[in-house]
Nanobody, 120 residues
Framework: VQLQASGGGLVQAGASLRLSCAAAGRIYSSTVMAWFRQAPGQERTFVSRIRWSTGRTWSADSVKGRFTISKDGANKVVLQMDSLKPDDTAVYYC???????????????WGQGTLVTVSS
């Protein structure tokens, strides 16, 4: 399924941003939707994930308490990012898979990425 991410931008430290990822069709209950990020010169890393059927979520330690992943209707996943830090600067990707995993290799469907820049 095609994924379209949006919502990135340039903000100051401490601000909030809301990323959205829309699927071209319905997201099935067996799906795990996730957000990953890739900072310049670094590998892509896991941010947050949600199991579509139960709403169960899990986030990386680096964003726990600041980022919240949630469903928005039948075909959209949202990442609410609060208290942003310069270290959060990266291209953020949404992804879809079926395994409860933080490994990017377990996700088959990827959005195009949206850039988040946090200035100090």
């Amino acid at each position: 399924v095609q994924l379209q991410a949006s919502g990135g931008g340039l903000v100051q430290a401490g601000a909030s941003l809301r990323l959205s990822c829309a699927a071209a069709g319905r997201i099935y209950s067996s799906t795990v939707m996730a957000w990953f990020r890739q900072a310049p010169g670094q590998e892509r890393t896991f941010v947050s994930r949600i199991r579509w059927s139960t709403g169960r979520t899990w986030s990386a330690d680096s964003v726990k308490g600041r980022f919240t992943i949630s469903k928005d209707g039948a075909n959209k996943v949202v990442l609410q990012m609060d208290s942003l830090k310069p270290d959060d600067t990266a291209v953020y990707y949404c992804a879809g898979g079926t395994q409860w995993s933080g490994d990017s290799r377990d996700y088959r469907n990827w959005g195009q990425g949206t850039l988040v820049t946090v200035s100090s």
